[in-house]
T-cell receptor, first 116, second 115 residues
Framework: EPEVTQTPSHQVTQMGQEVILRCVPI?????FYWYRQILGQKVEFLVS????????KSEIFDDQFSVERPDGSNFTLKIRSTKLEDSAMYFC??????????????FGPGTRLLVL | SQQGEEDPQALSIQEGENATMNCSYK?????LQWYRQNSGRGLVHLIL?????REKHSGRLRVTLDTSKKSSSLLITASRAADTASYFC???????????????FGKGTKLSVKP
């Protein structure tokens, strides 16, 4: 069964460093998402992406964050200058449909980011 | 309460018993999804129920949706130790500008099934 994959599974970085989290969505999906989950807290929406542009973003997704689909398969989340509070599990998700025709979002296994 | 609040926060049952988890939300929705998360792992999609549906089944799972009460329930029948996990409801809120699909998650119910 197709699944969303994410790399790396774990990343440790120093405060102020840039990190890039990578995701390969399910191949026929058109809508892509990033969420994060701080330890012990809710899963929070960061950004949705469709047709090579951001559809929606949350307040968390400030100028330090950016997303890109550099090729036909990868979807990346970049944090330019990491802060301690960026430590969290980051989930990528994808869906066939989105918008008003929202379908199931399939999540990847997550990347656990630790900022020291 | 916030959008997508589950209760109870924690539930401990014996194998073979049924587990019922509830979710309440505040805004109108397009659909509601239930996910499962094993400790520290990814989110596994369980079931999606649309706003015009009242009940849905998948294996040992039964989900109900009451849009008038803005609530949903997830029933796991004949629970197994392997069902031990956190269960989250996630809503896709409807807005006049058209939903872009961002899911709003609750805090989850931590289910423990003892063998």
């Amino acid at each position: 069964e197709p699944e969303v994959t994410q790399t790396p599974s774990h990343q440790v970085t120093q405060m102020g460093q840039e990190v890039i989290l990578r995701c390969v969505p399910i191949s026929n999906h058109l809508y892509f998402y990033w969420y994060r989950q701080i330890l012990g807290q809710k899963v929070e929406f960061l950004v949705s992406f469709y047709n090579n542009e951001i559809s929606e973003k949350s307040e968390i997704f400030d100028d330090q964050f950016s997303v890109e689909r550099p090729d036909g398969s990868n979807f990346t989340l970049k944090i330019r200058s990491t802060k301690l509070e960026d430590s969290a599990m980051y989930f990528c998700a994808s869906s066939v449909q989105g918008g008003m025709k929202q379908e199931t979002q399939y999540f990847g296994p997550g990347t656990r980011l630790l900022v020291l | 309460s916030q959008q997508g609040e589950e209760d109870p926060q924690a539930l401990s049952i014996q194998e073979g018993e049924n587990a019922t988890m509830n979710c309440s939300y505040k805004t109108s929705i397009n659909n509601l999804q239930w996910y499962r998360q094993n400790s520290g792992r990814g989110l596994v999609h369980l079931i999606l129920i649309r706003s015009n549906e009242r009940e849905k089944h998948s294996g040992r799972l039964r989900v109900t949706l009451d849009t008038s009460k803005k609530s949903s329930s997830l029933l796991i029948t004949a629970s197994r130790a392997a069902d031990t996990a956190s269960y989250f409801c996630a809503t896709d809120p409807r807005n006049y500008g058209g939903s872009q699909g961002n899911l709003i998650f609750g805090k989850g119910t931590k289910l423990s099934v003892k063998p």
